[in-house]
T-cell receptor
Framework: DVKVTQSSRYLVKRTGEKVFLECVQD?????MFWYRQDPGLGLRLIYF???????EKGDIPEGYSVSREKKERFSLILESASTNQTSMYLC???????????FGPGTRLTVT | AQKITQTQPGMFVQEKEAVTLDCTYD???????LFWYKQPSSGEMIFLIY??????QNATEGRYSLNFQKARKSANLVISASQLGDSAMYFC??????????FGTGTRLKVLA
């Protein structure tokens, strides 16, 4: 079975802090994704990576950056956390970009 | 514009009955894929079923089937013989173009004993 893990289930940070969210998948998938999930808005794509060191902006990249130095690991970085970045963050991976995605358990981030 | 619409914020169904969750989509692409995911209270999204735009047969996976009506741009999920464990949030999603994934706002299903 595909396993996608995220470094934290719950995280509380202060405004202005730099925040790292880590995601690791163990099935050698090429593609990895970061979403944020907000009530009434569904999931929105922040960034996508289709290979090591390669990335594409999603629908809401502002205030975020990503890093993919190794195939299995995809990190989401909030350069200077703000209260409007309080949300659930979901990482996903897929073998081919057209395939179904496998999700991690999510990180609920609160910025105070 | 590409869009997924789920008009039912919440639904109830009696255990062992069938239920249909609605999903309509909009895209100008000829090639696209439609997905349904389940999100239990634990938070992890679970893939349920997939339908490709060129697939002529409706997809089925166990108790899940996808009622694909291309002309109407609808991709409804049918769950047969509902179980208490089916209580969850359900998301319809569309992959259109290369990596572009769009999710609906979800339907919360509650199965009643």
């Amino acid at each position: 079975d595909v396993k996608v893990t995220q470094s934290s289930r719950y995280l509380v940070k202060r405004t202005g802090e730099k925040v790292f969210l880590e995601c690791v998948q163990d099935m050698d998938h090429e593609n990895m994704f970061w979403y944020r999930q907000d009530p009434g808005l569904g999931l929105r794509l922040i960034y996508f990576s289709y290979d090591v060191k390669m990335k594409e902006k999603g629908d809401i990249p502002e205030g975020y950056s990503v890093s993919r130095e190794k195939k299995e690991r995809f990190s989401l970085i909030l350069e200077s956390a703000s209260t409007n970045q309080t949300s659930m963050y979901l990482c996903a991976s897929s073998r081919q970009v057209v395939d179904e995605q496998y999700f991690g358990p999510g990180t609920r981030l609160t910025v105070t | 514009a590409q869009k997924i619409t789920q008009t039912q914020p919440g639904m109830f169904v009696q255990e062992k009955e069938a239920v249909t969750l609605d999903c309509t989509y909009d895209t100008s692409d000829q090639s696209y894929g439609l997905f349904w995911y389940k999100q239990p209270s634990s938070g992890e999204m679970i893939f349920l079923i997939y339908q490709g735009s060129y697939d002529e047969q409706n997809a089925t996976e166990g108790r899940y089937s996808l009622n694909f009506q291309k002309a109407r741009k609808s991709a409804n999920l049918v769950i047969s013989a509902s179980q208490l464990g089916d209580s969850a949030m359900y998301f319809c999603a569309m992959r259109s173009g290369t990596y572009k994934y769009i999710f609906g706002t979800g339907t919360r299903l509650k199965v009643l004993a």
